[in-house]
């Protein structure tokens, strides 16, 4: 639940790799892939095969409350991801109500080893805030457009992503990811 803390899965204070991507509605597809495409590079280099991609929309009855109120552009911001997806052949499962206020997201879905789902990555959509902050450029037919805002962290916080680590190879890290690969015993 919300502000509870769980060894290195929830820590009161932590790091994490957070990027935003400014790009128009264009260019949305292949920066989504791109973000995607980067994530499931890195569940194989770390050997992380059991995960689920959630795509989190929003409820429409917490519009205006726990939403922004733009109806039209959640629909649209959900079914460019939805096409994304799709399109890229990626299994993934739809919940409603896990959106973030600002816009529809792919969550990473992982389990520890005792079956607690946690969250390991994110990819999100955000088509609010640029609005908020006024952000503008000039698009192609020489016109200003509100850019799309996609929110990454590949790999979730750093405490999260190693607690996760290690439960899943129960300590016993890959040669090239152990912090001590060689001992040397004197004899």
Not at 27 to 48: C, D, P, S, T
Not at 145 to 152: D, F, K, S
């Amino acid at each position: 639940q919300s502000g509870e803390l769980f060894g290195l899965m929830r820590v009161r204070c932590l790091h994490m790799n957070d990027a935003h991507i400014y790009c128009s509605k264009e260019e949305f597809a292949q920066e989504f892939r791109a973000v995607n495409e980067m994530y499931l590079k890195y569940f194989k280099i770390f050997g992380i095969e059991k995960y689920v991609m959630r795509l989190s929309l929003h409820d429409p009855a917490n519009l205006g409350k726990k939403y922004i109120n733009e109806p039209e552009l959640w629909l649209e911001t959900e079914a460019m991801v939805r096409k994304v997806l799709q399109e890229t052949n990626t299994p993934f499962v739809e919940v409603s109500g896990e959106g973030a206020f600002y816009g529809p997201k792919i969550d990473v879905q992982i389990w520890s080893a005792i079956g607690r789902e946690f969250t390991l990555a994110t990819n999100q959509v955000d088509f609010a805030q640029g609005r908020r902050f006024k952000l503008e450029f000039t698009n192609r037919d020489n016109r200003p457009e509100t850019p799309l805002i996609i929110h990454r962290a590949p790999l979730g916080t750093h405490e999260r992503f190693i607690g996760f680590l290690l439960e899943h190879y129960a300590g016993k890290f890959p040669l090239w990811l152990a912090p001590q690969q060689v001992k040397l015993l004197p004899i």
